[in-house]
């Protein structure tokens, strides 16, 4: 039987030092912070700046969330640009204890939906841990239709994190996939409530990386079934997420860390640390929200 991913699981940011090398110590500190409160990890994706990574970059990174990890859970994303790289980074990941993998579709090109699904049944054959595939089309380019979910779902897919920002499409894809077990995973917070009450089982939330608290707060109150209490912390969350969209959502979480008196060092180039009026700014609404 596959393992239930729930709760709310951050997309944790990787931690670098001033020079843009990976920072082992600065990580561990922020994922034992952060496994106080949540459910699960999903390193090295868009907020884990896998893209910017190399391969072994990438495999030092999983290492040292997994090792991390306490009672959480841990989704390694393995995500490349090529299906080689991509398995490669699944195999080091089962090994080194992940729980599951994911991958976001190879990026840049754009694939007719025949080679996408034959770049997840490569991964799907080349580990023995449950796989995720990661929709996020406004990043890859390559949205994979209700159909294409289905067909993966059929020959072992274990479930799908979808990033499209688009209920509707959240909503096809359960429609379409009837598979019992199939775990469908929202990933962004801002649509947490709706997507859980369809029948979502899980959140992977960027907020939850500076506001871990709110998120899993959230989450209980879902769970014991009120749901105008539900509404009134989702529309919480959208408040101080509006506030993480002042700027780069990526760095801004590396600014609103230091506010909350953590070291998370730095954005790996060409993300830069935003300025000290958007830093100064981001904090008083953040204090007129009760945040920090």
């Known amino acids: ?172 894809y359960m429609t379409r996939v009837k598979k019992p077990g199939f775990q469908f995973i929202v990933g962004t917070e801002a649509i947490a409530q709706p997507a859980l009450d369809a029948g979502a089982c899980g959140v992977i939330a960027g907020l939850a990386n500076v506001f871990p608290e709110l998120l899993t707060d959230f989450w209980q109150t879902w769970k014991q079934g009120d749901p105008l209490k539900t509404a009134q912390m989702q529309l919480r969350i959208v408040e101080a997420r509006a506030v993480m969209k002042l700027g780069p959502t990526l760095t801004m979480t590396y600014a609103v860390l230091r506010m909350r008196g953590m070291d998370p060092g730095f954005p790996r180039l060409p993300w830069k640390d935003i300025s000290p009026d958007l830093y100064a700014r981001a904090e008083k609404e953040l204090r007129m929200l009760g945040l920090v």
Request: charged share 20%; with cysteine.
């Open 1 to 172: 039987m596959t393992k239930q991913f729930s709760g709310i699981i951050p997309p944790v940011i990787t931690c670098f030092n001033e020079k843009g090398t990976f920072d082992p110590a600065r990580q561990r500190d922020i994922v034992r912070f952060l496994a106080q409160h949540v459910q699960g990890f999903y390193p090295c994706g868009t907020y884990g700046s896998g893209p910017l990574m190399s391969v072994e970059e990438r495999k030092k990174v999983a290492e040292t969330v997994i090792k991390e990890k306490g009672n959480t859970f841990v989704i390694v994303h393995v995500g490349a640009a090529n299906t080689a790289d991509m398995v490669d980074l699944a195999q080091h990941a089962e090994a080194a204890g992940a729980d599951a993998v994911g991958a976001i579709p190879p990026y840049y090109y754009r694939y007719p939906q025949d080679a996408l699904l034959d770049h997840y049944r490569a991964l799907i054959k080349a580990v023995r841990i449950p796989v995720f595939l990661y929709n996020n089309p406004e990043v890859s380019g390559n949205p994979i239709t209700p159909d294409s979910l289905k067909t993966l779902a059929e020959e072992g897919l274990a479930g799908v994190k979808d990033s499209a920002f688009d209920l509707v499409n959240l909503y096809l």
